[in-house]
């Protein structure tokens, strides 16, 4: 177990800045998720802690010691990568005792932890099969096997799950906490997924454009986005325009937010509504909520809820996910629609691409 701190990193490919003034702690044992759009930086990152890239500035840290000096076989990380990366010509057992043998470990030793570590992610049946002889998930339990037995004080993890089916991503997650839990090992995982960032880790940092844009608790991110990026990034959101007039604010469909926001307000303003905050109107409004009139686009029963899309008269398009209500479900497209919101839980935001939150 180990924590890392990282200082002003900041990685540059010629004039493209990958990395620009990352600055972050992990404690020791946590699982820690770097998340973000292709491009973000964020593979980038996590290849400079493993030390395949080298930083132009900057700090990393593992307990207290700096690292980023040194060459990538003395860091003591595991890597796990999207391909396995594992040897075709060796069995699953040479495969995990390779790490071992390379460190001159007695043989006697090898073969004790390599057993260990092949029963930690439930392979013990398979040590002599051939990794063509393995699943898409047998074989990234060997490349995860490859990283452990090692004993790293970091596991450091690219996309493990991105080349595994639905289903099959979905079993291995909840494995591989499994195992990090079991192991109390400090994990930085990377992932485009924010379904599996939320499900697994203990920090997600978001990342856009080589800045960090927040790191919190998946709960937090969620329900407390900083920025405006944040907020469309991880899970669904209605974004709808404010207009402002002296101290009155309104949605630019009408209904009335005077005091919703109480600190500064910058020119433009934009209030975020999740899918799942919005209903469909079905009598009178109370005070604690709003209104929002639009058309009816579409609407889409599957099974436990219905998705209802609707446009607002400002031009906005809105979705809706809610219990399935045959009265909407029978609804022809092109009908006037209200959709209703508590005021509790509208967002506000500078209107720009990483604009902050607006209290
Ligand atoms: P993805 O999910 O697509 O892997 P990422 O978030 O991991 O994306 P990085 O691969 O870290 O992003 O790339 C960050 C930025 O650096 C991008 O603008 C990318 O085009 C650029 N970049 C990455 N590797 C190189 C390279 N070897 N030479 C030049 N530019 C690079």
Redesign the pocket.
């Known amino acids: 177990m180990a924590s890392v701190e990282i200082t002003g990193l900041r990685k540059l ?2 004039t ?1 800045v ?1 990395l620009s003034d990352i600055t972050l702690t992990i404690p020791s044992g946590s699982f820690y998720t770097l998340l ?1 759009p ?8 996590l290849r400079t802690i493993a030390g395949f890239h080298m930083q132009n500035s900057g700090q990393i840290r593992v307990d207290g010691n700096p690292i980023e000096a040194l060459p990538a076989y003395r860091r003591n990380v595991g890597m796990v990568f999207q391909d396995y990366a594992i040897f075709p010509h060796l069995s699953v057992r040479d495969n995990v005792a390779f790490g071992l043998k390379q460190r001159k470990v007695a043989s006697a030793q090898i073969t004790k932890r390599v057993a260990d570590v092949l029963e930690v992610v439930q392979l013990g049946a398979y040590a002599d099969r051939m990794p063509h002889e393995l699943s898409g998930g047998q074989q990234q339990r060997v490349g995860l096997a490859r990283a452990i037995v090692i004993e790293p004080k970091v596991l450091l993890m690219d996309e493990p799950l991105s080349n595994l089916d639905a289903r099959l991503r979905v079993d291995l997650r909840a494995e591989l906490r499994r195992i990090q839990n079991e192991l109390g090992i400090t994990t930085i995982y ?1 992932t ?1 997924d924010q379904e599996e960032a939320l499900a697994m880790s203990d920090t997600v940092c978001v ?1 856009y454009g ?1 800045v960090i844009q927040q790191a919190a608790s998946p709960l937090d991110i969620y329900l407390r986005p900083e920025n405006r990026f944040v907020a469309t990034f991880v899970g669904a959101n209605n974004f709808l325009g404010v207009a402002q007039d002296g101290d009155r604010l309104t949605l630019k469909t009408g209904a009335d937010l005077t005091g919703a926001i109480k600190g500064e307000r910058p020119a433009t303003i934009t209030c975020a509504i999740r899918p799942e905050a919005l209903r469909v109107a079905t009598g009178p409004v109370a005070d604690h909520q709003i209104r929002v009139p639009a058309t009816l686009r579409e609407v889409s029963f599957i099974g436990r809820e219905m998705e209802v899309f609707g446009t607002t008269q400002a031009g906005e398009d809105l979705k809706c996910i809610a219990r399935p209500d045959p009265a909407v479900i029978e609804l022809q497209p092109g009908s006037p629609i209200e959709f209703l919101a508590d005021r509790a839980d509208l967002l506000f935001f500078e209107d720009s691409v990483t604009g902050a939150r607006l209290t």
């Open positions: 490919y010629g493209v990958a973000g292709s491009g973000c930086g964020k593979t980038t990152l990377v485009h990342m080589g």
